[in-house]
């Protein structure tokens, strides 16, 4: 530790640099990561905050809720099962809508819950859902941005429904648009006058898209067995088949992946350069005696040294920027991805760091002391 922390006091500029560059890698990784993070979770927020564990969905829909649909008779089945407490009806509608009175045209996602169930939201503003009430919905607080506010009458450009903001939910979306939450009565007439808009015939009972399942994991089998031409999935699959979801997903990891090999790499030329720079006096420390082992542990200090100390610069970096980002660029970075992406960054940086302890084995005593003399 000595040797290490001499040296860098000695060499500050030198050091000074590597510290720089390695604070613009850590703070990329990180931001990339909880930009990744945030799309992830705007992407699915309104699933992923629901407490259903499974969901039943038409077979064949390649497990998305927009190519389901399920009947009453299916979720009554479903609730002898696994207890009517632990079952309930979810519709799922992309559409667009446009506040009355005005002409800007918002791309939303309609959700049809239970409004007294453990599927409905809670509210941040406004007075929740009620069966008993038609045509109010709660609306994502995003909503605010497009003049939307309690009492503003929405109009579903689809069907012609008309529906008045009750109040607002937060952290609601579907596919990177807001939610709109309807009761299963708003949610029946929506489908009826869907069906008149279109000049269709009126379909007898009310359709849902899947039947969210909470708590019954060791009875999926048993409903699986008793409704045929369905399928069960669970929720992170529910997630994943959500339209762009892999795709976005899988291109921003792909990206952090890249950043943490090139962090590494840039890490491992530098301390690499460096150390052919120094063979001589490594040479040197042999030849008085110092342990090979007590020299690459100087290394591999100095190289944890700074890529932690980057590290810290970098979150507070990160930090600041999450604070004055606009609302509209979802960023999530939560406590157990950033220390995961830190012990990763730091992994990454010594495992960089092999190359010099190699170069720092392989160097001969007598070679450099004789390089030195010429």
């Given at each position: 530790?000595?040797?290490?922390?001499?040296?860098?006091?000695?060499?500050?500029?030198?050091?000074?640099?590597?510290?720089?560059?390695?604070?613009?890698?850590?703070?990329?990784?990180?931001?990339?990561?909880g930009?990744?993070?945030?799309?992830?979770?705007?992407?699915?927020?309104?699933?992923?905050?629901?407490a259903?564990?499974?969901?039943?969905?038409?077979?064949?829909?390649?497990?998305?809720?927009?190519?389901?649909?399920?009947?009453?008779?299916?979720?009554?089945?479903?609730?002898?099962?696994?207890?009517?407490?632990?079952?309930?009806?979810?519709?799922?509608?992309?559409?667009?809508?446009?506040?009355?009175?005005?002409?800007?045209?918002?791309?939303?996602?309609?959700?049809?819950?239970?409004?007294?169930?453990?599927?409905?939201?809670?509210?941040?503003?406004?007075?929740p859902?009620?069966?008993?009430?038609?045509?109010?919905?709660?609306?994502?607080?995003?909503?605010?941005?497009?003049?939307?506010?309690?009492?503003?009458?929405?109009?579903?450009?689809?069907?012609?429904?008309?529906?008045?903001?009750?109040?607002?939910?937060?952290?609601?979306?579907?596919?990177?648009?807001?939610?709109?939450?309807?009761?299963?009565?708003?949610?029946?007439?929506?489908?009826?006058?869907?069906?008149t808009?279109?000049g269709?015939?009126?379909?007898?009972?009310?359709?849902?898209?899947?039947?969210?399942?909470?708590?019954?994991?060791?009875?999926?089998?048993?409903?699986?067995?008793?409704?045929?031409?369905?399928?069960?999935?669970?929720?992170?699959?529910?997630?994943?088949?959500?339209?762009?979801?892999?795709?976005?997903?899988?291109?921003?990891?792909?990206?952090?992946?890249?950043?943490?090999?090139?962090?590494?790499?840039?890490?491992?030329?530098?301390?690499?350069?460096?150390?052919?720079?120094?063979?001589?006096?490594?040479?040197?420390?042999?030849?008085?005696?110092?342990?090979?082992?007590?020299?690459?542990?100087?290394?591999?200090?100095?190289?944890?040294?700074?890529?932690?100390?980057?590290?810290?610069?970098?979150?507070?970096?990160?930090?600041?920027?999450?604070?004055?980002?606009?609302?509209?660029?979802?960023?999530?970075?939560?406590?157990?991805?950033?220390?995961?992406?830190?012990?990763?960054?730091?992994?990454?940086?010594?495992?960089?760091?092999?190359f010099?302890?190699?170069?720092?084995?392989?160097?001969?005593?007598?070679?450099?002391?004789?390089?030195?003399a010429?």
């Open positions: 530790m000595f040797l290490a922390i001499r040296e860098m006091r000695f060499a500050k500029a030198r050091y000074l640099l590597i510290a720089t560059i390695m604070v613009l890698v850590a703070f990329l990784v990180l931001f990339v990561t930009l990744a993070q945030g799309l992830a979770y705007d992407n699915a927020a309104s699933v992923k905050n629901m259903a564990t499974h969901f039943i969905l038409e077979q064949d829909s390649n497990h998305r809720f927009t190519r389901s649909q399920v009947d009453q008779n299916q979720l009554q089945k479903a609730a002898v099962i696994v207890g009517e407490e632990n079952a309930e009806p979810f519709g799922v509608k992309m559409t667009t809508v446009i506040p009355s009175g005005e002409t800007e045209k918002i791309d939303v996602t309609l959700l049809a819950v239970n409004s007294e169930g453990w599927l409905a939201p809670k509210i941040t503003n406004g007075s859902l009620s069966d008993q009430i038609k045509g109010h919905v709660l609306v994502d607080q995003k909503m605010v941005d497009y003049g939307v506010e309690i009492g503003t009458i929405i109009v579903d450009q689809a069907s012609g429904a008309k529906w008045t903001v009750n109040g607002f939910v937060k952290n609601e979306s579907f596919s990177h648009t807001p939610a709109v939450f309807l009761n299963k009565q708003d949610w029946s007439d929506l489908q009826a006058q869907t069906l808009h279109q269709s015939e009126p379909v007898s009972g009310t359709v849902y898209n899947a039947i969210a399942i909470k708590d019954s994991k060791e009875k999926v089998k048993d409903l699986q067995a008793a409704l045929p031409n369905t399928e069960v999935i669970t929720k992170s699959e529910a997630v994943s088949a959500i339209p762009g979801y892999k795709e976005e997903q899988g291109s921003l990891m792909m990206m952090i992946a890249f950043l943490f090999v090139i962090s590494a790499f840039v890490l491992a030329v530098f301390f690499y350069v460096i150390t052919i720079q120094k063979t001589s006096q490594f040479g040197i420390l042999k030849a008085i005696g110092t342990r090979t082992a007590y020299l690459a542990r100087s290394v591999a200090l100095q190289v944890l040294v700074l890529s932690v100390s980057s590290l810290a610069i970098s979150v507070l970096l990160v930090q600041l920027f999450e604070a004055i980002l606009p609302s509209s660029m979802p960023f999530q970075l939560g406590f157990s991805t950033l220390l995961l992406t830190c012990l990763s960054f730091v992994a990454m940086s010594l495992a960089g760091s092999l010099s302890v190699w170069k720092v084995a392989k160097i001969d005593a007598l070679d450099a002391i004789g390089r030195t010429a």
